[in-house]
C-alpha cells in the first residue's frame, strides 16, 4: 500500500515562506506525476502544482512566481516551497501521486495565513 505523507505545515504571517514535504513510501520515480492540491473552507479541491517524471512541472495561476515544485527521488520526497505568503493560500494542502490509473493521497497538512 502506498503512503504519502506531508509535512512542514503551520501558521505564518503574510508574506512569510514555508515548505511543503511530501514523503512517499516508496520509489516516486514510479510516478507518472505527484504533486499539491489544496482545499479551502466552502471551496473544491483545486490544483496548486505538479511535477511530472521527466520534470515538467505544471502551476495554478494563483501561486505561479511564489510556489515552487521539485523532488529529491533519492530522498523519494516531493516539496513545495511557498513564498510571500497570502491569506488566500490558507488551505489544507493534499499531495498526490499518479500512476496509471492508479491515484493516492495523502492526509493533508494545514496552511494558514494569518496576521
Known amino acids: 500500500q502506498v503512503q504519502l505523507v506531508e509535512s512542514g505545515g503551520g501558521l505564518v504571517q503574510p508574506g512569510k515562506s514555508l515548505r511543503l514535504a511530501c514523503a512517499a513510501s516508496g520509489s516516486i520515480s514510479l510516478f507518472n506525476v505527484m504533486g499539491w492540491y489544496r482545499q479551502a473552507p466552502g471551496k473544491q479541491r483545486e490544483l496548486v502544482a505538479e511535477?511530472?517524471?521527466?520534470?515538467?512541472?505544471n502551476y495554478a495561476d494563483a501561486v505561479k512566481g511564489r510556489f515552487t515544485i521539485s523532488k529529491d527521488n533519492a530522498k523519494n520526497t516531493v516539496y513545495l516551497q511557498m513564498n510571500s505568503l497570502k491569506p488566500e493560500d490558507t488551505a489544507i494542502y493534499y499531495c498526490?501521486?499518479?500512476?496509471?490509473?492508479?491515484?493516492?493521497w495523502g492526509q493533508g497538512t494545514q496552511v494558514t495565513v494569518s496576521a
Open positions: 498526490y501521486a499518479f500512476r496509471g490509473p492508479n491515484q493516492y
Open positions: 511535477i511530472y517524471s521527466g520534470g515538467f512541472t
